[in-house]
């Protein structure tokens, strides 16, 4: 039976918790009024709370359901429509497009469990968006002439802040702009369906051990010389034209590279 000292010991012990959180090593991540509302539509979207084509609340209801001022409202639909989740129609509002994050090939390998288990921990900010004369390896890759002008957008992902891939994207003749006022675009690939029309069908991707250089050492914050893992990954249209390639490097020791294979993937769960 617990006595009145009992719970007097218990209301000190929560008291100095409270009072002395943060514990040592432990970090808190505060989140914008602009996040805060993105988070919270983009998990009633991603869980089925809104369906495709559902109506989402008018920008004036949002400020009473968040209690706050226009911009960050604005802000974070201006977030989700560059991610692809939202089309915001004149005379009507915003209307769901979309609310799957992952492609059909997502459940059967790569990285998508870290993406399907941490996906709340994970930002990407987009370092770099230019047009660039590459390699003819990467110009081959994508069936264009050598010298062929790409955009190619670099990106940096990270869980709870700490850098963990460094992405390279290539794309022939695709809207420069729309990328550059997207910002930090989260999936890359979702964004580039739902706002570039690029049509993903195919996915051919070659993995190698790689050391990091000082640029990756830089964006991924390790040392010279550190083992990576290096992706070469080329998408393709239902056409079988290649539409994307991406270079990608990965610090494993959080993240490891995991395939499962199954003879029917409606029965797979990870």
């Not at 989140?31 to 495709?52: A, C, H, M």
């Not at 399907?116 to 390896?137: F, G, L, P």
Request: glycine letters at 4%; a negative charge; charged letters at 25%.
């Amino acid at each position: 039976m617990l006595t009145i000292w009992t719970y007097i010991i218990i209301i000190l012990i929560n008291n100095f918790v409270i009072t002395n959180y943060p514990f040592k090593g432990v970090e808190i991540i505060k989140l914008t009024l602009t996040q805060q509302i993105f988070e919270d539509i983009y998990n009633k979207i991603k869980t089925g709370y809104y369906s495709v084509g559902d109506l989402l609340p008018t920008e004036y209801e949002m400020l009473e359901i968040y209690g706050v001022s226009r911009a960050p409202v604005r802000e974070a639909l201006k977030r989700l429509q560059n991610e692809g989740f939202i089309v915001r129609k004149a005379g009507v509002g915003s209307v769901v497009a979309e609310n799957t994050v992952f492609s059909r090939w997502a459940p059967m390998g790569g990285f998508s469990y870290h993406f399907r288990n941490k996906t709340s921990h994970i930002e990407c900010n987009t370092i770099d968006v230019s047009i660039a004369i590459v390699d003819k390896s990467i110009t081959d890759r994508l069936k264009v002439a050598e010298e062929t002008p790409l955009v190619q957008v670099t990106r940096v992902r990270k869980e709870n802040n700490i850098p963990m891939f460094l992405l390279k994207h290539y794309y022939v003749d695709v809207d420069m702009e729309k990328i550059k006022e997207a910002g930090d675009i989260l999936y890359m690939r979702q964004f580039a369906s739902q706002v570039l029309e690029i049509e993903f069908q195919y996915v051919d991707e070659e993995l190698m051990a790689c050391n990091a250089d000082l640029q990756l050492s830089h964006y991924l914050n390790t040392e010279v010389g550190k083992a990576l893992l290096k992706s070469k990954r080329i998408s393709y249209n239902s056409n079988y034209e290649p539409v994307e390639y991406v270079e990608y490097y990965v610090n494993t020791d959080n993240w490891p590279y995991k395939i499962l294979f199954s003879k029917d993937s409606k029965h797979l769960e990870l």
